[in-house]
């Protein structure tokens, strides 16, 4: 049959499966014999517009997916349907204007609306073609001319194949279709899913709505799970899996009804394996911001990013010091991430330090209010531990309020500020590095471990960008990274995808307790008299946690050079593993968590850093000043054996099992 032969054949007085979905979602490209068959199936199901919707919403997620985490720059679009809003073409483009997409419809009227409106020739067409002679939309010259078979293409096969009958064998034309894709080639399918025997209201409902369909428009089967799952193959199903479309990779915070469209609807995409021998990184999921189950307490305190305010000026450091701590000192600011610090210098020669806090988004303060808890528990039952020491203000309080100019209210742009003593001293980053450093670095995180274990305040239950535990929430700052070289997003996002399933279901069980989260080089002041920590700064990202995401930070940082003849990127790191053993024995499941978090934290220093920084350009130096070291070292890590990385954890620690390479 010819292109002519396919245009006579439009009927405009029976429905059509296009048309018919184009009314429900709401386009104009129907016709009157379409409607009356849609209002006759919304007798029988009400709620069917919302599942097209839910199948075109589940779209726009899916080739977001593709295009902006898979790096896909080809589409094959079977069974595209009429143009409407947010078809294939429209979202790709979105993402990345040079993709290439092929549409495919046995539709005469969608070819004739699609080639109007979506063809610019250089990446978009249209095939007027058969789902059932796959071959021959294969062998199509438009495919020919836009897709390159020898890079991995992306197979959209949305609401098609269960319009065709078992006779007609879908799964055989599954199997065709991904046989001529390459290797990293992705597959996304959704298809009417037959209710189970556990919802039998629903599922004669749904056996009486396939009869409606086969008898007016011919087509539309509803099919078990495990007859969807097939026509995947033997490619790997990227997380969370085959599902009801509502819940592949909703977004943050959506409501879900477990409704008929929640059981009827399902869909997923899957990914060609490499070639034997070729290494292919794993797809990434990213995890809707939800409250997280397992380990980690409910009701968590998601502190959002800090407000746009201006810099707290010295002279009104000075006024702040002077006005509610009745100190006369000279201001002189520090450098930091988010909040005002500045070194007081009084007239006696002593110093004082002075935190200005700007409060996180649905905060209150409360968080500013933890981390003084936590100086003032450790006064109490750590004396001899070397943290900063709080310094009341003249009303008694360890912290106040105070208007970002002198004369005015504290109002929106107040800062929550807290005066504590000033450790002098080198920071650790500076000095040079120690195998005896490096190991009281260990003992003296285990011994702030061992002072906060049983310490608990209301503001701890929170989370922030640099909480590894809670890796899912760098999934839209690393979406948000237009211009991260793709080669690095890859491990990034491959990195994070081994978080979810690797990392976040070992997490459930294991003891948690607050901990620093951020002990590194410029949070740590070293002794001038030897190899030793003098001075524990900075407990703004402390959480509750498990230990070893406490040990894995301070290791991570540790780490020696990435590149050069006879390096051992590890060896210095497990010093600090070694000291922090030696006082807080840790625990044999510590060790694995403790190599993947390192990963972990790799990831999220080159991935906040650059965000902060494209945000925050005046800060930009300050927040870079480490992330090309961070690559190097992500490098080389990623490189390394996991299984030789957690024996040598356990050989530093001296467990019994240990293993060395």
Known sequence: MTRHDWLDAIDITKPNVARVYDYFVGGKDNFAVDRDFADQAMRIAPKAPLAARANREFLRRVIRYLVGSAGITQLIDIGSGLPTAGNVSEVAHSVNPDVRVVHVDNDPVVYTHSK??????????????????????????????????????GLVLLAVLHHLADSEEPAAIADVLRSAMPPGS??????????????????????????????????????????????????????????????????????????EIYHSFYGGVARKPALPGVTQSPVPYRTPARPKQGFRPQGRIIMGRMPALPRLSEVRASEIARECYGVTAVAARLASEHDDTFRLALPDGTARFLRACALHPGDAGAGTSFLTAIL????????????????????????????????????????????????????????????????????????????????????????????????????????????????????????????????????????????????????LLAAEDGPAVRGVLDFGDSVIGPVAQDVAVAACYQLGAAVGEGTDLLAPALDVVAGYHATDPLRPADVPLIAEFIAVRL??????????????????????????????????????????????????????????P
């Open 603 to 660: 990831a999220t220093r080159i991935i906040v850093s650059q965000w902060n920084a494209a945000r925050e350009p005046a800060n930009s130096g300050y927040l870079l000043r480490r992330t090309p070291q961070a690559i190097t070292q992500f490098d080389a890590y990623r490189a390394l054996s996991r299984e030789d990385v957690v024996g040598r954890l356990r050989a530093a620690a001296g467990m019994e099992d240990a293993s060395c």
């Open 116 to 153: 109007a409106l979506l063809t610019d020739q250089r990446t978009t067409d249209i095939v007027l073609g058969d789902i059932r002679r796959p071959q021959e939309i294969l062998d199509d010259p438009v495919v020919g001319k836009l897709i390159d078979f020898g890079r991995p293409v």
């Open 186 to 259: 992705h597959v996304a399918i959704s298809s009417f899913r037959m209710p189970g025997d556990e919802l039998p209201e629903l599922r004669a409902v749904t056996i009486e709505g396939e009869r409606l369909l086969a008898g007016r428009l011919g087509s539309g089967r509803w099919r078990e799970e495990a007859e969807i799952a097939a026509w995947f193959g033997d490619w790997d199903l990227v997380p969370p899996g085959l599902v009801p479309l509502l819940e592949w990779r909703p977004p943050a915070r959506a409501a879900i009804e477990r409704d």
């Open 376 to 523: 003032l528990h450790l006064e109490r039952t750590a004396p001899g531990l070397p943290v900063q020491r709080v310094i009341p203000a003249l009303s008694g309080a360890a912290e106040v309020m105070a208007a970002a100019a002198a004369g005015e209210s504290a109002g929106a742009d107040a800062r929550l500020v807290r005066m504590t003593t000033f450790l002098s001293g080198r920071l650790l980053r500076e000095v040079p590095s120690s195998a005896a450093l490096r190991r009281d670095i260990g003992v003296t995180l285990a011994r702030l471990s061992l002072a906060l274990r049983g310490f608990t305040h209301p503001a701890a239950r929170r989370t922030h960008h640099w909480d590894l535990q809670n890796a899912s929430q760098l999934w839209p700052l690393l979406d948000d990274l237009p211009g991260l070289d793709q080669g690095l997003r890859g491990q990034l996002a491959a990195t994070l995808d081994r978080f979810e399933t690797v990392v976040r279901p070992a997490l459930a069980g294991v003891p948690v307790q607050v901990i620093h989260s951020d002990f590194h080089g410029d949070n």
